[in-house]
Structures are given as structure tokens and as C-alpha cells.
């Protein structure tokens, strides 16, 4: 199949898919589409594009299982753990200046990133203020997120992570074990609000201290980069902050006057005015 042709096929099928399903994947970045979308193909067991879509046209059942493929579902606790040592030694001690906090993890996936916020504010004396939104297009995901359980043999890179981020005591307070897994504790996930949102079609819905949107713009387009961004901005408070992963960057997009990086190291950025 020639290449023109193949990506003629995705473009036809992310937009059955956006008329069918209301998921927009249109601006998604075509490389990383077409790479997910093949490695679908196989694991759906279609022949091309084309049967892909009459199969998801067609198959409402079918669809939950392509979006497995087209949604980022890699992460865990703690992941880039001198990111979260930058957050607690840099960014907390001025997010401790609220009365209250709310922050809002973007593309949360199954929720490993959201709970390590709560334990690191759960440390700092911060959670019983703090409200955390945590979003993501991928209903399956957003349950397994809201369960918040996850498989034994993870907890092993886990706690590694927990400890280079500066972790001041034990993982172990902040989920309970049984023989195959470990479950959050209800601490934990009273203080985080999972939601459907999509930065491709939906708005901002409240005013926030910190937006943590992590190795999610890179699967984007540079017009959905922009979106993306422009929202961020319009969530953030005065001096808001926002967290963006480790090849990411406001830099070149339509909003980077918005935004001052800050010398942690990391991509931490600040709202300006």
C-alpha cells in the first residue's frame, strides 16, 4: 500500500470516528497515529484501514477496543522522578501559599500521575485543601484510574520512583495490598475527581493553580498543540503553573509569551500576564 494512500485512509477514519463516537483524534500528529493504527490492525485482526473503519462504523463494540490503541497508557507512580523532586523542592512551597489548591492532570491515563500528586501533597500537609481534576478521553482508563488498582509486580519501580522524588516516609501508607494487587487508599481518592474531557473539542471548566499535562502534546499536531496551550492558559490563575514532559516546550507555539519557564530544571513553566 503506498503511503499516500494509507494516510488518506486515516484521515477518512478519524473522521468516521469523530462522527460516529465524537472522539477527535483529526490533529493528532499522522506519524504517531498511523504507527498506533497499524500496530491496531494486527492486534483487531483487519486487513486495512478501510475494514478498520467499516468494522468501527458498523461494530459499536469494536470501538472501545481501537481506542486502546490511540490513547497513551504508558506511565507510573512517580514516573520521572526528578520531575516530582523539582515539584516538591521548588513549586510546593509556593502552592503552600493557597488557602485552597486545585490542579488539573490532563491526559491522566490510569491514574498513576494523579496519585502522585496526592501523595506528594498528602506529605506536604496540602491534600485535606486540595482538589484534584484528573481528565482523559479513555472511559476504560478513567475507571481503571478511579479504582485506582494496580498489579503487585509494579510496586517494586514504584517505590524506587517514590524514593528518588524525595519521598519522606513510605509508599506503603498510601495503598493497603492484597495477593495480586494494591488499592489506593480512600485518602487518596477522596480528594481527586476523574472526568471525560478532551483537549481537541472541550473548554476549560474551573480556575486552577497547576496544570499537569505530561507527554501528551507530543502526540499533537501543532494547531491541537496550540489549543492545548491556550487552554492551559485560560485554566491557570495569575502565576499559575504549568508541567509539561521532558520534550515538550511552549517555545514556537501561539501562547509562549503566556508563559515564563522556571530554572528547576525542568519543564515547569509560570502564567505571566
Same mark, same amino acid.
Given at each position: 500500500m503506498r503511503p499516500e494512500v494509507t494516510d488518506l485512509e486515516i484521515r477518512l477514519l478519524l473522521e468516521a470516528i469523530y462522527q460516529r463516537?465524537?472522539?477527535d483524534f483529526r490533529q493528532y500528529a499522522i506519524a504517531s497515529v498511523r504507527r498506533r493504527l497499524l500496530q491496531a490492525l494486527s492486534g483487531l485482526h483487519c486487513d486495512s484501514i478501510s475494514g478498520l473503519q467499516e468494522r468501527i462504523l458498523h461494530?459499536?463494540?469494536?470501538?472501545?477496543? %481501537?481506542?486502546?490503541? %490511540?490513547?497513551i497508557q504508558v506511565t507510573d507512580l512517580f514516573r520521572?522522578?526528578?520531575?516530582?523532586l523539582a %515539584? /516538591? /523542592?521548588?513549586v510546593v512551597p509556593i502552592l503552600a501559599t493557597y488557602p485552597s489548591l486545585k490542579l488539573w492532570i490532563a491526559g491522566c491515563s490510569t491514574g498513576e500521575e494523579a496519585y502522585s500528586y496526592a501523595i506528594l501533597l498528602a506529605e506536604e500537609g496540602l491534600l485535606d485543601r486540595t482538589l484534584i481534576y484528573a481528565t482523559d478521553i479513555n472511559d476504560d482508563s478513567l475507571r481503571r484510574a478511579q479504582a485506582g488498582i494496580y498489579r503487585l509486580d509494579r510496586l517494586q519501580q514504584f517505590i524506587l520512583n517514590y524514593r528518588a522524588a524525595g519521598g519522606q516516609g513510605s509508599l506503603g501508607d498510601f495503598y493497603h495490598a492484597d495477593a495480586d494487587n494494591a488499592v489506593m487508599s480512600q485518602e487518596l481518592r477522596r480528594r481527586i475527581t476523574f472526568a471525560d474531557h478532551s483537549l481537541a473539542t472541550d473548554s476549560i471548566f474551573s480556575e486552577v493553580q497547576l496544570v499537569s499535562c505530561r507527554n501528551v502534546l507530543i502526540y499533537f499536531d501543532r494547531e491541537l498543540q496550540d489549543r492545548a496551550l491556550g487552554l492551559f492558559a485560560e485554566a491557570l490563575c495569575p502565576r499559575g503553573f504549568l508541567c509539561l514532559g521532558t520534550r515538550e516546550s511552549v517555545r514556537f507555539s501561539a501562547h509562549a509569551t503566556r508563559f515564563q519557564e522556571m530554572g528547576t530544571g525542568q519543564k515547569i513553566f509560570r502564567r505571566i500576564d
Open positions: 463516537y465524537h472522539y461494530d459499536p463494540h469494536m470501538f472501545p477496543r %481501537l481506542l486502546a490503541y %490511540l490513547t520521572d522522578p526528578e520531575f516530582f %515539584l /516538591r /523542592r521548588q
